[in-house]
């Protein structure tokens, strides 16, 4: 049985192309509700260039999550307390929040798109 090659004209040519790969820096933290801990994750976020950051156990100022800079996007839901967060601090990367398929506990879905 022989074995077939690119050489052999049964096969297909590949594209000689190449596909750069993206690379997204994430960061898991839960909080504690901490207003110290949220500047700590806000600092490790710019000097590591980290883009998306998945927090648990916010900080809350009227019931809102508190503590990062306004250049960071906030992604969370409810309409009480936030319990957690989606942080993203590439503007490269498109991301939306699918509030259909989220609940108050902050279990939320959200798509992003480098």
Known sequence: MAAFT???NRL???ANTTKKQT????????????KTATHNLTQLILHNSID???VQETYIGLNNVAGFPKSFRIFA???GRKRSAIIVNNNKIDAIAIRQVSDEEGRS??????
Do not use: Y
């Not at 879905?109 to 480098?114: D, E, S, V, W, Y």
């Open 23 to 34: 690379e997204i820096k994430c960061a898991q933290l839960n909080l504690q509700h901490s």
């Open 12 to 14: 297909p040519r590949r």
């Open 109 to 114: 879905q959200t798509r992003t798109l480098p």
């Open 6 to 8: 690119n050489r052999d």
């Open 77 to 79: 839901h409810g309409n």
């Open 52 to 54: 998306v950051a998945f």
